[in-house]
T-cell receptor, first 111, second 115 residues
Framework: GQQVMQIPQYQHVQEGEDFTTYCNSS?????IQWYKQRPGGHPVFLIQ?????EVKKQKRLTFQFGEAKKNSSLHITATQTTDVGTYFC???????????FGQGTTLQVKP | EPEVTQTPSHQVTQMGQEVILRCVPI?????FYWYRQILGQKVEFLVS????????KSEIFDDQFSVERPDGSNFTLKIRSTKLEDSAMYFC?????????????FGPGTRLTVL
């Protein structure tokens, strides 16, 4: 079936270090969204990427969509304790409206 | 800021019982969704709903599940005969346009515990 794979599952970093999470799909995605879920909270939309090779930035967060629209990444520069949470990618495949979520990457930041 | 609300926040039920989870989507949104998240796992799509009918559903959404928009504001998920494996957090979400085209707003979730 259609799946979106996300790695790593967990990442522990020292405050100030960078962090990256990666998503991959075996088939072409129509677009991909990124969500953040704080511990005990609900997913909160961060961004959507639509175009091949698209790069978007939100302050310290950089989102990329691969040229083949099969992979995406989220990079956080100089992590802060407020970045703690689980980051999910969610891809939409062609000819469907539903979003398929990756397994998520849980980020822990040590002060 | 408008938000999606869900009730109850926590529901405990006995196996085999029926449960109804309630959601009030954002008022001008047209598309509604249910997702579930088993503790520590990923968010899984259950169903999408538009124009008073199901648009799409996953393999999880079998005959035990149903959705309804009984009035102009509520959107409900019913599980007819709960199983232990139905224990999870259930999130309702809504969007102005079809999910995957723009942002979905998630509610705070209902934690369902089946004993």
């Amino acid at each position: 079936g259609q799946q979106v794979m996300q790695i790593p599952q967990y990442q522990h970093v020292q405050e100030g270090e960078d962090f990256t999470t990666y998503c991959n799909s075996s088939t072409t995605l129509s677009n991909i969204q990124w969500y953040k879920q704080r511990p005990g909270g609900h997913p909160v939309f961060l961004i959507q990427l639509v175009k091949s090779g698209e790069v978007k930035k939100q302050k310290r967060l950089t989102f990329q969509f691969g040229e083949a629209k099969k992979n995406s990444s989220l990079h956080i520069t100089a992590t802060q304790t407020t970045d703690v949470g689980t980051y999910f990618c969610a891809g939409r495949f062609l000819n469907t409206g539903k979003l398929i979520f990756g397994q998520g990457t849980t980020l822990q930041v040590k002060p | 800021e408008p938000e999606v609300t869900q009730t109850p926040s926590h529901q405990v039920t006995q196996m085999g019982q029926e449960v109804i989870l309630r959601c009030v989507p954002i008022s001008n949104h047209l598309y509604f969704y249910w997702y579930r998240q088993i503790l520590g796992q990923k968010v899984e799509f259950l169903v999408s709903f538009y124009n008073n009918e199901i648009s799409e559903k996953s393999e999880i959404f079998d005959d035990q599940f149903s959705v309804e928009r009984p009035d102009g504001s509520n959107f409900t998920l019913k599980i007819r005969s709960t199983k232990l494996e139905d224990s999870a957090m259930y999130f309702c979400a809504s969007s102005e346009r079809l999910a995957g085209y723009n942002e979905q707003f998630f509610g705070p979730g209902t934690r369902l515990t089946v004993l």
